[in-house]
């Protein structure tokens, strides 16, 4: 009885010499960054949304929600450094794999 199984997958190359690490911790700091200030904007906005319509005007809602997006921003940020060899999903691609058995 012989079996044989193949397998072929699509080779993704990553050139080791071209990534550098400065880059790769600028990439960090600049999703770091655009992320913080999107939660930020986002917490303001419902901030005054809230102060606006609930609490006639007073400014603690905007204070809160611009707080609470400066620390989501914070926290998704210590994340992504803590975290280094996570890979994001716009590097990925599917492999198709084919199977091919012989007896």
């Known amino acids: 009885r012989s079996t044989t199984l193949t397998t072929t997958?699509?080779?993704?190359?990553?050139?080791?010499a071209e990534i550098r690490s400065e880059d790769e911790?600028?990439?960090?700091?600049?999703?770091?960054?655009?992320?913080t200030i999107v939660k930020?904007?986002?917490?303001?906005?419902?901030?005054?949304?809230?102060?606006?319509?609930?609490?006639?005007?007073?400014?603690?809602?905007?204070?809160f929600g611009t707080g609470v997006g400066l620390g989501m921003g914070y926290s998704n940020?210590?994340?992504?450094?803590r975290d280094p060899?996570?890979?994001?999903?716009?590097?990925?691609?599917?492999?198709e794999k084919t199977e091919k058995a012989e007896k």
């Open 77 to 81: 940020c210590q994340h992504d450094f």
């Open 40 to 63: 930020i904007g986002g917490g303001l906005a419902v901030g005054v949304v809230f102060s606006v319509f609930l609490f006639k005007r007073r400014p603690w809602p905007v204070a």
């Open 9 to 16: 997958l699509p080779i993704i190359i990553i050139m080791a």
């Open 85 to 95: 060899n996570l890979l994001h999903g716009t590097f990925i691609k599917k492999a």
């Open 25 to 35: 911790l600028g990439k960090k700091w600049d999703r770091c960054l655009a992320d």
